[in-house]
């Protein structure tokens, strides 16, 4: 009996968790395509320029990406995702 109680307490808990998972799987995924079409810009950017200027600007997207990129794989494999 009290283990069927204690199943009824924490089922909002679980159901909870999963809502957490599913929102960021979601939002992750969610910026990866932008996050990999800045990349691609900086990219061609990039080959496309030999200015120092738009070379330095370039580093600092390509460094953003990067770092936004990271935080998508952390939150990802915090949640057990791919």
Do not use: C, K, Y
């Not at 460094?63 to 794989?73: F, L, Y």
């Amino acid at each position: 009996m009290a283990w069927v109680a204690a199943g009824r307490a924490l089922r909002p808990v679980a159901e909870a968790e999963a809502r957490e998972r599913a929102f960021v799987w979601t939002a992750s995924h969610g910026l990866v395509t932008p996050l990999m079409a800045v990349t691609a810009s900086d990219v061609l950017e990039a080959e496309a320029s030999d200015q120092a200027g738009l070379a330095s600007w370039v580093a600092n997207i390509r460094a953003a990406a990067d770092e936004m990129a990271t935080r998508i794989a952390d939150m990802l494999m915090q949640m057990g995702g791919d």
